[in-house]
């Protein structure tokens, strides 16, 4: 079972930057799926940044430009470097890993938007004008 722990957020103003880590345990190969998404009470939630087993990545429109996501195989550590932050950055940030077929569905974020229990404690993000 693939448990995940989140940690690096923090309030900072806007253009600041923060890296979000997460602590990824239970991998038992390397086909994985890895995303970021990011949740606040008044919207659902939105898919960040994913990445395939082959390191291919793709960004919400929202993000793109600023926001990098990144994996160290042999920390078994997902990343998230976020640059240029904004005050419509500020939410919840999770992480979530799972074996998803198909590169296009991975990048896609469906998977983690709309199915499962994602994420761990997260981390929150506050962002400030």
């Known amino acids: 079972q693939v448990q995940v722990a989140e940690s690096g957020g923090g309030s900072v103003q806007a253009g600041g930057s923060l890296r979000l880590s997460c602590e990824v345990s239970?991998?038992?190969?390397?086909?994985?799926?890895m995303a970021w998404f990011r949740q606040t009470p008044e919207k659902e939630r939105e898919g960040v940044a994913a990445?395939?087993?082959?390191?291919?990545?793709s960004y919400a429109n929202s993000v793109k430009g600023r926001f990098t996501i990144s994996f160290d195989n042999e920390k078994n550590t997902l990343f998230l470097q976020m640059n240029s932050l904004k005050p419509e950055d500020t939410a919840m940030y999770y992480c979530a890993a799972d074996y998803v077929p198909g590169e296009s569905r991975c990048l896609g974020m469906d998977w983690v938007v709309f199915g499962g229990n994602y994420g761990g404690q997260g981390t929150q993000v506050t962002v400030s004008p």
């Open positions: 990445i395939d087993r082959d390191g291919s990545t």
């Open positions: 239970g991998l038992t190969f390397r086909s994985y799926c």
